[in-house]
């Protein structure tokens, strides 16, 4: 072209400059849902077969070529351009999982969240309201599915809510579950349901055991007055007070009685 047309001055003003030209193609835009047509460059550096359909045709356009990488580096820029717009121009919702972003103050569109925070404990993650649903991949942590529906919201969780947990977190919430705060608590516990009257019985059992009283005789005898009693107690807190009060009745005449013998 150049060549053919380099015939005066005047004409050399309309001589095609390569470092100022791109190729490009028509390609329909998919995203319209219509016919509508775009030219899409194509970059100085692709493959032909990978970049041009067959048969199609090529426009010369101004403006430089740009290569693949080029390209690719300038799609990243624009699509972070957008999310940070989107970012500044809207707030996220609040609920635990919910990945959706709105303008202040609603629309609110739907939501799929989860009640309780996410738990990351040792390689594992799951939400605490799902405990059963447990992933040791990120992407695979993310696709949990909610557990509960509703609006999406922009209120702030309460204060003190933590926004995730970790092992101290569970172990906190064994102890307070199981109720076992020391090692005397547990004692209580183990005895008969940690019923007031059993810590009595407990000492009472040591200092036979002290005095002689093998451990067996004596849970032996405390066995006989639980059933003696059992008919008459509506729970066993009250059980073991009416064997304790039952036992201490038997000591007491036991003493009297070797009392008397000591006078005769």
């Not at 194509?42 to 090529?58: G, H, K, P, T, W």
């Not at 579950?177 to 090692?183: E, N, Q, R, T, V």
């Not at 067996?216 to 008459?232: D, I, T, Y």
Request: proline letters at 4%.
């Amino acid at each position: 072209y150049n060549n053919n047309n380099n015939t005066s001055l005047a004409e050399s003003n309309n001589r095609l400059i390569e470092a100022e030209l791109h190729l490009a193609q028509r390609c329909q835009v998919v995203s319209t849902g219509s016919d509508k047509t775009e030219l899409v460059p194509i970059c100085s550096d692709a493959i032909v077969l990978d970049e041009m359909a067959d048969r199609a045709d090529v426009y010369i356009c101004h403006g430089p070529s740009q290569t693949v990488a080029e390209r690719a580096a300038e799609q990243r820029r624009l699509q972070e351009e957008q999310q940070a717009s989107k970012i500044k121009n809207s707030v996220a919702c609040t609920h635990f999982g919910c990945q959706n972003r709105f303008p202040p103050g609603g629309p609110y569109p739907d939501c799929q969240y989860h009640q309780l925070p996410p738990v990351f404990h040792e390689t594992a993650k799951y939400w605490a309201c799902c405990p059963n649903k447990k992933a040791y991949d990120w992407d695979d942590f993310q696709r949990i599915p909610g557990c509960q529906t509703g609006k999406c919201s922009q209120v702030k969780q309460e204060e003190g809510q933590k926004l995730f947990l970790g092992g101290t977190d569970l172990r906190e919430q064994a102890a307070e579950a199981s109720g076992l705060k020391s090692i005397d608590d547990f004692n209580k516990a183990q005895s008969a349901g940690g019923a007031e009257a059993a810590p009595v019985l407990e000492r009472c059992q040591k200092v036979m055991a002290e005095l002689g009283v093998e451990k067996e005789l004596f849970q032996q005898v405390l066995e006989g007055m639980r059933k003696e009693h059992a008919n008459a107690a509506s729970n066993e807190a009250e059980l073991l007070q009416m064997v304790a009060e039952d036992l201490g009745s038997k000591l007491k005449a036991m003493m009297k009685s070797v009392a008397v013998e000591q006078l005769r």
